[in-house]
């Protein structure tokens, strides 16, 4: 099974990177239709609310064990530069940070991840990575906020 | 479930493609008189992310990279460690860009001489460029070109197959080496030297890089920065693969760390959690299996800090050769991270075989109709519009100077995109009159002799170094001169 889970996550990791790459946002679907799970185990779900770089409030579902970076993926969301490594611990881009409560809920953070955390963009005491976070059923309702770019608080202090 | 899993992939795909076809079909000639053309010198990681973003917020913009090398991905491909395989993932995003119908990738293109920065301001609405920082910061100190003294930026090259630093031969028949300068590439280069030889084995470092490495006798690395552990360049994540590498122990010096406890408290946490660690490196008694650890290994690094090169010492017996290094004493004025290292007047003399640079990359001019600020050896630039050149853009290290991870690229890149299409908005960058793109610069270059790599023609290239690294079990196995990739591209 786990073959099975790297092989149908390879195709959606090339997929994004295409997709990203290659797509006026906005144009794609932000409905769970297309998602592969969805249609097999949709009572199994657990619905988490994205707020993006914009402030813009995403609800998707995804199913316990994807994580968080996986959802975005499959849910073809639009958060610009999100997930550059593919989930591999090697870069701090899927960034996200939650209420104190979910954070205290999400378990502990390895010193691999606290260490790519260090490099992110405003970072925060209830930061991390969403390639590490692994849904559960506990999790119905959580919030993930995608932090602003550090241009994007620069351009708004030049009011430009 | 796996085949049902797969067909709604599938069937995804297909349909993406039809909505991608629907944007796009016929786009070339359907925006051939009005869309904005856009290209991209140097096709690194700012290259790659600035076509990406550019590609995917205007649906009428074509972006042409234009790429020195005839291979693309530039410090992804020949600065990224050859045992950090994770970070190249970005790789794949980059070619789903280069694959793109709004994207062409033409390597072997020396912008600068090949073709002007002006001939490509004819030709495009506008040009950004990120061609990165190709030169390194020399050090100034007597015997600087000493032999058995290299650049960080050459040694980094070497194994990593860039074609210009094929023929170093660095000699590692000595047993310590001196890296000067303490940032994430210093530490790279300290982990390849004395990485045991089966873990790079596995890697994509060139085999002639492996075979001298494995003759290596290199067995102490000292790493030296000019200031205080609270000041150090690298990151944690570097740090700590030091702290964990195979069959090697850590090297401290008591003295270097006075204070530094103290100071802790007032750290941000990033600066706060790599002091830490090499804290506990360098001051706490091991446990007993860190202990059985350390005595078992046969090699050693350590960080020197408060230490400045002043002099490298001639071997007195063969006089064209180095043999060791003489380095100041240092006293920090001021704190955290402004902190400046002023010399006590205190010298100190270190025995070693090899000298590796490791103070900083540095971008240099290629055209000198492009404004450059030698000084700090970037274009100078307001949010990535060149200064006092409308149509020209720069993102990357030639932007920021030679710093930051991919991410930091990531970002910067998207920033000057982000200018850009305000520009583009505004009218400050006309994009009403046609402009012919690369179908003149083609010609051009077809005057000249050049002839261009497509993005299909390196991809030749990477299945045959796919092909050539599964025979060695490797993931790659890089071709190391510019006319083996012409050949193999078909030119």
Same mark, same amino acid.
């Given at each position: 099974?786990?073959?099975?889970?790297?092989?149908?996550?390879?195709?959606?990791?090339?997929?994004?990177?295409?997709?990203?790459?290659?797509?006026?946002?906005?144009?794609?679907?932000?409905?769970?239709?297309?998602?592969?799970?969805?249609?097999?185990?949709?009572?199994?779900?657990?619905?988490?609310?994205?707020?993006?770089?914009?402030?813009?409030?995403?609800?998707?579902?995804?199913?316990?064990?994807?994580?968080?970076?996986?959802?975005?993926?499959?849910?073809?969301?639009?958060?610009?530069?999100?997930?550059?490594?593919?989930?591999?611990?090697?870069?701090?881009?899927?960034?996200?940070?939650?209420?104190?409560?979910?954070?205290?809920?999400?378990?502990?953070?390895?010193?691999?991840?606290?260490?790519?955390?260090?490099?992110?963009?405003?970072?925060?005491?209830?930061?991390?990575?969403?390639?590490?976070?692994?849904?559960?059923?506990?999790?119905?309702?959580?919030?993930?906020?995608?932090?602003?770019?550090?241009?994007?608080?620069?351009?708004?202090?030049?009011?430009? | 479930?796996?085949?049902?899993?797969?067909?709604?992939?599938?069937?995804?795909?297909?349909?993406?493609?039809?909505?991608?076809?629907?944007?796009?079909?016929?786009?070339?000639?359907?925006?051939?008189?009005?869309?904005?053309?856009?290209?991209?010198?140097?096709?690194?990681?700012?290259?790659?992310?600035?076509?990406?973003?550019?590609?995917?917020?205007?649906?009428?913009?074509?972006?042409?990279?234009?790429?020195?090398?005839?291979?693309?991905?530039?410090?992804?491909?020949?600065?990224?460690?050859?045992?950090?395989?994770?970070?190249?993932?970005?790789?794949?995003?980059?070619?789903?860009?280069?694959?793109?119908? *709004?994207?062409?990738?033409?390597?072997?293109?020396?912008?600068?001489?090949?073709?002007?920065?002006?001939?490509?301001?004819?030709?495009?609405?506008?040009?950004?460029?990120?061609? &990165?920082?190709?030169?390194?910061?020399?050090?100034?100190?007597? &015997?600087?070109?000493?032999?058995?003294?290299?650049?960080?930026?050459?040694?980094?090259?070497?194994?990593?197959?860039?074609?210009?630093?094929?023929?170093?031969?660095?000699?590692?028949?000595?047993?310590?080496?001196?890296?000067?300068?303490?940032?994430?590439?210093?530490?790279?280069?300290? *982990?390849?030297?004395?990485?045991?030889?089966?873990?790079?084995?596995?890697?994509?470092?060139?085999?002639?890089?492996?075979?001298?490495?494995?003759?290596?006798?290199?067995?102490?690395?000292?790493?030296?920065?000019?200031?205080?552990?609270?000041?150090?360049?690298?990151?944690?994540?570097?740090?700590?693969?030091?702290?964990?590498?195979?069959?090697?122990?850590?090297?401290?010096?008591?003295?270097?760390?006075?204070?530094?406890?103290?100071?802790?408290?007032?750290?941000?946490?990033?600066?706060?959690?790599?002091?830490?660690?090499?804290?506990?490196?360098?001051?706490?008694?091991?446990?007993?299996?860190?202990?059985?650890?350390?005595?078992?290994?046969?090699?050693?690094?350590?960080?020197?800090?408060?230490?400045?090169?002043?002099?490298?010492?001639?071997?007195?017996? *063969?006089?064209?050769?180095?043999?060791?290094?003489?380095?100041?004493?240092?006293?920090?004025?001021?704190?955290?991270?402004?902190?400046?290292?002023?010399?006590? &007047?205190?010298?100190?003399?270190?025995?070693?075989?090899?000298?590796?640079?490791?103070?900083?990359?540095?971008?240099?001019?290629?055209?000198?109709?492009?404004?450059?600020?030698?000084?700090?050896?970037?274009?100078?630039?307001?949010?990535?519009?060149?200064?006092?050149?409308?149509?020209?853009?720069?993102?990357?290290?030639?932007?920021?100077?030679?710093?930051?991870?991919?991410?930091?690229?990531?970002?910067?890149?998207?920033?000057?995109?982000?200018?850009?299409?305000?520009?583009?908005?505004?009218?400050?960058?006309?994009?009403?009159?046609?402009?012919?793109?690369?179908?003149?610069?083609?010609?051009?270059?077809?005057?000249?002799?050049?002839?261009?790599?497509?993005?299909?023609?390196?991809?030749?290239?990477?299945?045959?170094?796919?092909?050539?690294?599964?025979?060695?079990?490797?993931?790659?196995?890089?071709?190391?001169?510019?006319?083996?990739?012409?050949?193999?591209?078909?030119?």
């Amino acid at each position: 099974m786990a073959l099975v889970t790297a092989l149908r996550r390879l195709v959606r990791l090339r997929e994004f990177a295409w997709r990203t790459a290659a797509v006026t946002s906005g144009s794609w679907p932000r409905t769970q239709s297309f998602s592969s799970g969805h249609l097999l185990r949709s009572d199994n779900k657990v619905t988490v609310h994205f707020f993006n770089r914009d402030g813009e409030k995403i609800t998707v579902k995804g199913s316990p064990g994807d994580s968080l970076l996986d959802i975005v993926i499959n849910e073809d969301l639009d958060f610009d530069g999100f997930g550059a490594c593919e989930g591999t611990l090697a870069c701090s881009t899927c960034h996200l940070i939650f209420e104190e409560e979910t954070y205290k809920s999400l378990g502990p953070v390895t010193d691999e991840e606290m260490d790519m955390l260090d490099l992110a963009y405003g970072l925060s005491d209830t930061s991390r990575l969403g390639c590490q976070i692994c849904l559960t059923k506990r999790m119905e309702g959580m919030v993930a906020r995608v932090p602003e770019s550090v241009a994007d608080i620069r351009q708004s202090q030049d009011g430009s | 479930m796996l085949f049902s899993g797969l067909k709604v992939w599938t069937s995804r795909s297909l349909w993406i493609h039809r909505l991608h076809e629907g944007i796009n079909g016929g786009g070339k000639a359907r925006y051939s008189s009005c869309s904005p053309k856009v290209c991209i010198v140097g096709g690194g990681p700012a290259g790659f992310y600035t076509a990406q973003h550019l590609i995917k917020a205007r649906p009428d913009v074509t972006v042409d990279i234009y790429e020195r090398l005839p291979v693309p991905f530039g410090l992804v491909r020949f600065g990224v460690a050859p045992d950090h395989p994770e970070v190249k993932n970005v790789i794949n995003t980059f070619t789903q860009t280069a694959r793109h119908k *709004r994207c062409s990738f033409y390597g072997n293109v020396n912008v600068g001489k090949d073709l002007s920065v002006t001939e490509l301001q004819e030709a495009y609405h506008a040009v950004v460029l990120s061609y &990165g920082a190709e030169g390194n910061r020399r050090m100034g100190v007597p &015997g600087e070109d000493l032999s058995g003294v290299y650049s960080a930026k050459d040694f980094v090259g070497w194994y990593n197959g860039l074609p210009s630093c094929r023929e170093l031969g660095p000699d590692l028949s000595c047993e310590t080496a001196v890296i000067l300068g303490q940032g994430n590439v210093a530490l790279d280069v300290a *982990r390849v030297l004395l990485s045991p030889i089966d873990l790079l084995k596995k890697t994509d470092i060139t085999q002639p890089a492996l075979e001298v490495l494995e003759e290596s006798r290199v067995r102490r690395v000292l790493i030296v920065g000019r200031r205080g552990p609270t000041q150090i360049a690298g990151t944690v994540k570097e740090v700590r693969e030091m702290v964990n590498l195979p069959n090697t122990r850590p090297d401290m010096l008591a003295s270097d760390f006075e204070g530094v406890k103290e100071a802790l408290k007032d750290l941000p946490r990033p600066r706060k959690r790599l002091t830490e660690l090499m804290l506990k490196t360098a001051m706490e008694t091991p446990g007993e299996k860190e202990h059985e650890r350390r005595e078992k290994a046969s090699r050693v690094w350590g960080l020197r800090f408060y230490r400045s090169p002043v002099e490298i010492l001639a071997d007195p017996e *063969r006089s064209s050769r180095m043999a060791g290094i003489r380095l100041a004493v240092n006293n920090l004025e001021g704190s955290g991270e402004e902190a400046r290292a002023v010399l006590t &007047g205190e010298m100190e003399d270190v025995s070693c075989g090899l000298i590796i640079s490791s103070i900083g990359y540095k971008s240099l001019s290629i055209d000198p109709s492009v404004p450059f600020d030698s000084h700090r050896a970037i274009v100078p630039n307001n949010m990535g519009r060149i200064q006092e050149a409308p149509g020209l853009y720069c993102s990357g290290w030639l932007k920021t100077g030679p710093t930051g991870v991919i991410a930091t690229t990531l970002n910067n890149s998207f920033d000057t995109v982000r200018s850009m299409l305000e520009d583009m908005d505004s009218g400050t960058l006309n994009t009403s009159a046609a402009k012919p793109g690369s179908q003149s610069i083609n010609a051009l270059l077809e005057n000249r002799g050049v002839k261009p790599v497509t993005f299909s023609e390196w991809e030749k290239i990477d299945s045959e170094e796919v092909r050539r690294g599964a025979a060695i079990g490797k993931p790659r196995e890089k071709l190391l001169t510019v006319e083996e990739m012409l050949q193999v591209a078909g030119k």
